[in-house]
């Protein structure tokens, strides 16, 4: 399998190689050059297969035999074996044909830990294999940074390195990153936003030469490939035990940086039935003006109850905006050059196209905690501020009352109690596993919002680990 850039000037590369780098080198996202489909038969033979064993049929034709099966087996099973519910993915449901993916049951209590889990172990695994080390260097909104170190600390052929926007993460995910004491990670609380994090991370991709020599960065962010790929597999497994591939199953997709969407795009394209996909964001609505008004304009960031979505522009919409423009590079590359300085829109035609493909819907803070309120009320269960929005979402824009409508509960309430108290409720108490999280040590940096102090830290505190 050939891994081509959506920028059209780097040579495509393979599995590994896409595992090991972030955004090619002309700036570009790495995609399939084909994409694997799976015929209805094929797809409804793997209803009784456990989690793992189900995730492996579906990454198979995308690793291509580069890793060999009995390796890339092990590196599945010890992921999900981590996890704290027995179907890794349980589905509740609330009302009729009203569903919701529990995404939550992994080590840092988000759907990211699916992805990191297995990337963390796929590195080691081909670092090893390569004699290779590697600098991790990411931006987290709060989420994917505890799930990073969390899947990749234990390796010791990489260093991470974690930018955070100082004080605009919740006290949960803060503690869950900056109590992992070891020699490899390092917590960076960058004086800014999320973007200023990930516009520092993408300008240190771009230029690496402050790194020792013989190193390079690796990403763990969504524009990783293999993240994008193993969530994949959660809309198939949910699917599957609602009637699928036989009927239809729409999705409400709570969406930041546009890679959980993504992949449920990427699912209906392999041949998954799905009627509706919905892109639910909060008031940092950008992804929802384009899909309902062909407005594609960046605003101000708004601090929100959903700080996972707190996102101006998101990095995975390359990935479909390339599938929009039919392939065509240049015709990307011309939309993104112009992106920033105006507003754009698509032809009709497109836009026609990104309608058939999402719906969309934006959700504020007030109606977040009403959501929480009520379905708490009605049905008992405590959902987090972006799953919440994701279930209005789907409420506001599901056209079909026959299609069990599932919304991805991407973390856990525990993790966002602010929006919790807002809604009038307790804090949910933190699994057994984190109960002690408030006494554990803290250890991070501040750190200026330019690239040169981040770069610099790095330089200073990347000791080389061979
Ligand atoms: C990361 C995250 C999201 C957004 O996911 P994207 O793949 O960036 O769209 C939504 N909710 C939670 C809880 C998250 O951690």
Redesign the pocket.
């Given at each position: 399998m050939k891994y081509i850039s959506t920028r059209g000037i780097s040579p495509s590369q393979n599995f590994e190689q896409v595992l090991l780098t972030g955004l090619a080198p002309d700036g570009g996202l790495y995609v399939p050059e084909v994409l694997p489909t799976f015929s209805a038969e094929e797809i409804g033979s793997w209803r009784e297969l456990s989690y793992p064993d189900l995730a492996l049929k579906i990454i198979a034709p995308f690793i291509d035999g580069e890793i060999p099966e009995a390796d890339l087996r092990e590196i599945v099973e010890s992921s999900y074996a981590n996890f704290n519910h027995p179907d890794v993915a349980p589905l509740t449901q609330l009302g009729e044909n009203e569903w919701v993916l529990e995404l939550f049951h992994g080590p840092t209590l988000?759907?990211?830990d699916f992805a990191l889990q297995v990337l963390g172990r796929l590195l080691d695994y081909v670092l090893v294999k390569k004699d290779q080390a590697v600098v991790i260097l990411g931006a987290t909104?709060?989420?994917?940074g505890s799930a990073a170190l969390e899947g990749c600390r234990h390796s010791d052929r990489v260093e991470l390195f974690i930018l955070h926007p100082h004080q605009r993460v919740s006290d949960v995910q803060r503690k869950q990153m900056t109590t992992i004491i070891s020699d490899n990670v390092f917590n960076l609380a960058v004086e800014g936003n999320f973007d200023d994090c990930q516009r520092i991370v993408k300008a240190a991709f771009a230029d690496q030469s402050f790194l020792p020599k013989n190193r390079q960065l690796a990403a763990v962010n969504?524009i990783n490939w293999a993240r994008i790929l193993m969530?994949i597999v959660y809309y198939f497994s949910a699917s599957l035990r609602l009637g699928g591939p036989e009927k239809e199953v729409s999705f409400s997709?709570?969406?930041?940086?546009?890679?959980?969407?993504?992949a449920g795009y990427l699912a209906k394209k392999m041949g998954l039935p799905i009627k509706q996909l919905i892109v639910a964001t909060n008031k940092n609505d950008i992804l929802h003006r384009f899909i309902a008004h062909n407005e594609y304009s960046k605003t101000e960031l708004s601090k929100t109850f959903?700080p996972?979505?707190d996102?101006l522009v998101?990095s995975?919409f390359e990935r479909y905006l390339f599938d929009m423009f039919d392939r065509d590079s240049e015709k990307l590359n011309d939309f993104m050059k112009k992106f920033g300085a105006q507003t754009l829109s698509v032809s009709d035609e497109q836009w026609q196209k990104v309608r058939s493909d999402f719906d969309s819907a934006s959700v504020d803070d007030d109606t977040t905690c009403e959501v929480i309120a009520e379905v708490f009320k009605a049905n008992g269960e405590l959902l987090?501020p972006?799953?919440a929005i994701g279930l209005k979402a789907a409420r506001q824009c599901n056209t079909s009352n026959t299609t069990p409508m599932v919304t991805l509960a991407?973390?856990h309430p525990a993790?966002f109690d602010e929006a919790i108290l807002k809604s009038g409720l307790n804090t949910p108490a933190l699994p057994e596993h984190l109960k002690d999280l408030f006494e554990r040590e803290e250890k991070y940096s501040v750190v200026a919002n330019e690239l040169e102090a981040v770069t610099e830290f790095i330089s200073k505190h990347c000791t080389g680990l061979n």
């Amino acid at each position: 399998m050939k891994y081509i850039s959506t920028r059209g000037i780097s040579p495509s590369q393979n599995f590994e190689q896409v595992l090991l780098t972030g955004l090619a080198p002309d700036g570009g996202l790495y995609v399939p050059e084909v994409l694997p489909t799976f015929s209805a038969e094929e797809i409804g033979s793997w209803r009784e297969l456990s989690y793992p064993d189900l995730a492996l049929k579906i990454i198979a034709p995308f690793i291509d035999g580069e890793i060999p099966e009995a390796d890339l087996r092990e590196i599945v099973e010890s992921s999900y074996a981590n996890f704290n519910h027995p179907d890794v993915a349980p589905l509740t449901q609330l009302g009729e044909n009203e569903w919701v993916l529990e995404l939550f049951h992994g080590p840092t209590l988000a759907f990211k830990d699916f992805a990191l889990q297995v990337l963390g172990r796929l590195l080691d695994y081909v670092l090893v294999k390569k004699d290779q080390a590697v600098v991790i260097l990411g931006a987290t909104s709060g989420d994917t940074g505890s799930a990073a170190l969390e899947g990749c600390r234990h390796s010791d052929r990489v260093e991470l390195f974690i930018l955070h926007p100082h004080q605009r993460v919740s006290d949960v995910q803060r503690k869950q990153m900056t109590t992992i004491i070891s020699d490899n990670v390092f917590n960076l609380a960058v004086e800014g936003n999320f973007d200023d994090c990930q516009r520092i991370v993408k300008a240190a991709f771009a230029d690496q030469s402050f790194l020792p020599k013989n190193r390079q960065l690796a990403a763990v962010n969504s524009i990783n490939w293999a993240r994008i790929l193993m969530q994949i597999v959660y809309y198939f497994s949910a699917s599957l035990r609602l009637g699928g591939p036989e009927k239809e199953v729409s999705f409400s997709v709570p969406t930041g940086n546009f890679g959980d969407i993504y992949a449920g795009y990427l699912a209906k394209k392999m041949g998954l039935p799905i009627k509706q996909l919905i892109v639910a964001t909060n008031k940092n609505d950008i992804l929802h003006r384009f899909i309902a008004h062909n407005e594609y304009s960046k605003t101000e960031l708004s601090k929100t109850f959903s700080p996972s979505m707190d996102i101006l522009v998101s990095s995975n919409f390359e990935r479909y905006l390339f599938d929009m423009f039919d392939r065509d590079s240049e015709k990307l590359n011309d939309f993104m050059k112009k992106f920033g300085a105006q507003t754009l829109s698509v032809s009709d035609e497109q836009w026609q196209k990104v309608r058939s493909d999402f719906d969309s819907a934006s959700v504020d803070d007030d109606t977040t905690c009403e959501v929480i309120a009520e379905v708490f009320k009605a049905n008992g269960e405590l959902l987090d501020p972006h799953t919440a929005i994701g279930l209005k979402a789907a409420r506001q824009c599901n056209t079909s009352n026959t299609t069990p409508m599932v919304t991805l509960a991407t973390a856990h309430p525990a993790k966002f109690d602010e929006a919790i108290l807002k809604s009038g409720l307790n804090t949910p108490a933190l699994p057994e596993h984190l109960k002690d999280l408030f006494e554990r040590e803290e250890k991070y940096s501040v750190v200026a919002n330019e690239l040169e102090a981040v770069t610099e830290f790095i330089s200073k505190h990347c000791t080389g680990l061979n």
